[in-house]
């Protein structure tokens, strides 16, 4: 029953090196989503992707790019890491486009740039 | 104003009280209301949705008011296991697409 699936759980980089993070959910849910969450500011969303072959910015999406590679997996990649990226970084996954439907989220990967 | 405000708190009550959260959101279209329930260090998960005619999961109650637009969350006879932040989400505004915004949380500490 492993619902949504982050990898890895803690990262530690330095300034201006990439990493990619990875995030599959095994529900058949078609939209997905990857928020970060601040000390007092809550979770804001970086992207989302609405269906498969669809993303989409959120309230937050400079330095990240994202990729839908099939209906399970969504990735989030930081090509040039900054400190302000230090966060903690979550995937989500819901199954239908009316957002009545709830969120699933990952366990977290925890972030630090350096 | 912000889309959704809740009180941070801690809210610090003993074993055994009845607490209440109240958040409120701005933007009048919402039409889905949740409540989540974060522990420190972990993924937020879903406590409860939150309907029109209010609703009841055990202890916990929440309620909807859409013309004042907030919502409430009670706990009765709280546990030591409540102590949580407490997230109220609603659905927000982005044109075609509708993704949720989270409030910051509201943390409870509950104390034997």
């Known amino acids: 029953n492993a619902g949504v699936t982050q990898t890895p759980k803690f990262q530690v980089l330095k300034t201006g090196q990439s990493m990619t993070l990875q995030c599959a959910q095994d529900?058949?849910?078609?939209?997905m989503y990857w928020y970060r969450q601040d000390p007092g500011m809550g979770l804001r969303l970086i992207y989302y992707?609405?269906?498969?072959?669809?993303?989409d910015k959120g309230e937050v999406p400079n330095g990240y790019n994202v990729s839908r590679l099939n209906k399970r997996e969504f990735s989030l990649r930081l090509e040039s890491a900054a400190p302000s990226q230090t966060s903690v970084y979550f995937c989500?996954?819901?199954?239908?486009?009316?957002?009545?439907?709830?969120?699933?989220f990952g366990a977290g990967t925890r972030l630090s740039v350096l | 104003r912000k889309e959704v405000e809740q009180d941070p708190g801690p809210f610090n009550v003993p074993e055994g009280a009845t607490v209440a959260f109240n958040c409120t959101y701005s933007?009048?279209?919402?039409?889905?209301f949740f409540w989540y329930r974060q522990d420190c260090r972990k993924e937020p998960k879903l406590l409860m949705s939150v309907y029109s005619s209010g609703n009841e999961d055990g202890r916990f109650t929440a309620q909807l008011n859409r013309a004042s637009q907030y919502i409430s969350l009670l706990i009765r006879d709280s546990k030591l296991s409540d102590s949580a932040t407490y997230l109220c989400?609603?659905?927000?505004?982005?044109?075609?697409?509708?993704?949720?915004?989270f409030g910051k949380g509201t943390m409870l500490l509950v104390s034997p």
């Open positions: 529900m058949n849910h078609n939209s």
């Open positions: 992707s609405a269906s498969e072959g669809t993303t």
């Open positions: 933007n009048s279209a919402s039409q889905s």
């Open positions: 989400v609603v659905n927000g505004r982005n044109s075609g697409y509708s993704t949720l915004t």
């Open positions: 989500a996954s819901s199954g239908g486009g009316v957002r009545g439907d709830r969120d699933y």
